[in-house]
Nanobody
Framework: QVQLLESGGGLAQAGDSLRLSCTAS????????MAWFRQIPGKEREFVAV????????EYADSVKGRFTFSRDITSGRLYLQMDMLKPEDTAMYYC???????????????????WGQGTQVTVSA
């Protein structure tokens, strides 16, 4: 079992930057695809970014492409989501997730993911 813990959320103004972190309870777990999702109350969880375990290739939702960057620290296993040029519509709870069964692909469906963090809130004011 892998436990994930997000941090780095908070209050920001439009145009600001925030960096989210995701730490796994097991430093060297053999994992699959890694992703960030976000959710606002009353809406379904929305795909933000995904990284392939196999080659670290990343893909992004159109709404964040060019503004968000998903990275991974190989040494620590920690995941990061650098969020630049924030917009009010980025306001949401952000979750990191791991799909232990997908080694090469980059799934964007939340149902594919096995492990989730508790989320970190990002609030962006205009």
């Amino acid at each position: 079992q892998v436990q994930l813990l997000e941090s780095g959320g908070g209050l920001a103004q439009a145009g600001d930057s925030l960096r989210l972190s995701c730490t796994a309870s097991r430093r060297s777990f053999r994992s699959g695809a890694m992703a960030w999702f976000r959710q606002i109350p009353g809406k379904e969880r929305e795909f933000v970014a995904v990284m392939s375990w196999y080659n670290s290739r990343t893909e992004y939702a159109d709404s964040v492409k060019g503004r968000f960057t998903f990275s991974r620290d190989i040494t620590s296993g920690r995941l990061y989501l650098q969020m630049d040029m924030l917009k009010p519509e980025d306001t949401a709870m952000y979750y990191c997730a791991v799909d232990k069964d997908t080694q090469i692909g980059t799934p964007k469906d939340a149902n594919a993911y096995d492990y989730w963090g508790q989320g970190t809130q990002v609030t962006v004011s205009a």
